[in-house]
């Protein structure tokens, strides 16, 4: 079939909306209509050239409405509203034990730009590939998926909102909800209040955090995050963040801390604030390393680094969860949405780099009414 998607064609180039084609689905593939599409940082970062296939179709934060489902399909069916979140395979050791993030095949699924016998979801009309990402590509009109990629939501929810839950609200709060786990009480520094910033704030405030303290260096960045569960902010432009977390907490340092900055002495910080015992999850897109020592950093006070990858999450058991501390009031996170056109893809993007807009969204089919 035809489709309208937004192709990036070599590193650092514009959004191009073009007509590809679609392949049609496999037995067990489903075809989605997407709703809309979220932009998030890992996009740039791909666009950027942190990706090796070109051209692409990026998107990852998607929702829709499926379309078609293939003969082996049990758990969908065409009307069924869905969040799009990554691809795991569902069988090995991590899958089975409940940390599809860790899945064996992660990176094989979710980017290597095609399907895994090598075929792909989309070409141009000459036959030429045009690759897809985080096994979603949401930035087109129809994309196609696995069961496993899907979260079925309730039809009363509005699908234009909720696609960041498959990736940045989901990365945010997992990390703290899954990853960091902290005890009521405990204390977190959250470095970047950006989606994933700010996703985090609000999770570390239902587990019962005493002290949430956020880091930017935008002033309006950390007023929203005020709102959202801060209990201090702190803008590192103006102040010494070591020497300000030492006070606020007694000289004790933060028992967890989250870097979602990628900027390496941002990641260092987070590492050499965190009290005896304390851990740090850097979970930013970077290219940069940062050194540590593990004798004097880590060892010597019993810290841990952890990595986390997409919150720690089950999508299917997560997306659920938040959408209902949205309901309760916990986690609002549709105060940092904004919406944009599909065609208005470039002005969106560029507005989530320079900080103007927290979350993009684009709404790609603009006939949907929320809620039925
Ligand atoms: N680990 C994962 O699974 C995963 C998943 C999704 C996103 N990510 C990554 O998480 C990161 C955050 O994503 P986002 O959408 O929230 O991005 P974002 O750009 O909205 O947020 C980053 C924030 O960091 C702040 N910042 C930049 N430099 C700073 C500095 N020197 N000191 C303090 N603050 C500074 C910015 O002002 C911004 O508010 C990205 O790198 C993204 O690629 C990781
Ligand atoms: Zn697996
Ligand atoms: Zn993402």
Redesign the pocket.
């Given at each position: 079939m035809k489709v309208k998607a937004a192709v990036i064609n070599e590193v650092d180039s514009p959004y191009v909306l073009e007509e590809l084609t679609l392949s049609d689905i496999r037995e067990d593939e489903i075809l989605v209509k997407m709703v809309a599409s979220g932009i998030?940082?890992?996009d740039a970062?791909a666009r950027a050239g942190g990706y090796p296939w070109y051209p692409v179709v990026l998107g990852h934060e998607g929702s829709g409405i499926v379309e078609k489902v293939g003969s082996a399909v049990r758990g969908f069916e065409p009307g069924d509203h869905v969040v799009l979140s990554y691809l795991y395979c569902g069988h090995c050791s991590n899958c089975l034990t409940g940390l599809p993030a860790s899945c064996e095949e992660w990176m094989n699924f979710n980017l290597s730009g095609a399907r895994e016998d090598g075929s792909l979801y989309f070409q141009r009309e000459d036959g030429s590939p045009v690759y897809n990402f985080v096994s979603q590509s949401s930035f087109s009109t129809h994309t196609i998926v696995y069961e496993r990629n899907l979260t079925k939501v309730d039809k009363s929810v509005d699908l234009r909102l909720v696609g960041p839950l498959g990736?940045?609200f989901l990365?945010g709060s997992g990390t703290v909800l899954n990853g960091l786990k902290p005890s009521p009480g405990s204390t977190i520094a959250i470095?970047?209040?950006?989606?994933?910033?700010l996703a985090a704030m609000m999770a570390a405030k239902i587990s019962g955090c005493s002290q949430i303290i956020g880091?930017?260096?935008?002033d309006n960045?950390l007023e929203v995050a005020k709102q959202l569960g801060a209990t201090h902010t702190i803008n590192?432009k103006d102040v010494d963040v070591l020497s300000e977390i030492k006070r606020l907490t007694n000289d004790k340092g933060v028992n967890y801390s989250i870097d979602?900055?990628?900027?390496p002495s941002?990641a260092r910080t987070s590492i050499e604030i965190l009290a005896v015992g304390g851990v740090a999850a850097p979970?930013?897109?970077?290219k940069h390393g940062v050194e540590v020592n593990f004798n004097a950093d880590l060892n010597m006070l019993n810290r841990t680094i952890k990595g986390?990858?997409?919150g720690n999450a089950v999508p299917q058991l997560s997306i659920p969860q938040l959408i209902q501390f949205y309901k309760d009031g916990q986690f609002s996170f549709d105060q940092l949405v904004k919406f944009y056109k599909f065609d208005e893809i470039n002005e969106a993007s560029h507005d989530s780099s320079t900080?103007k807009t927290?979350k993009p969204i684009l709404i790609i089919d603009e006939d949907y009414v929320p809620g039925t």
């Open positions: 998030c940082h890992s970062v990736c940045g990365t470095f970047g209040t950006g989606a994933v910033g880091v930017d260096i935008h960045r590192s979602t900055t990628g900027v941002v979970i930013a897109s970077s986390v990858l997409m900080g927290i």
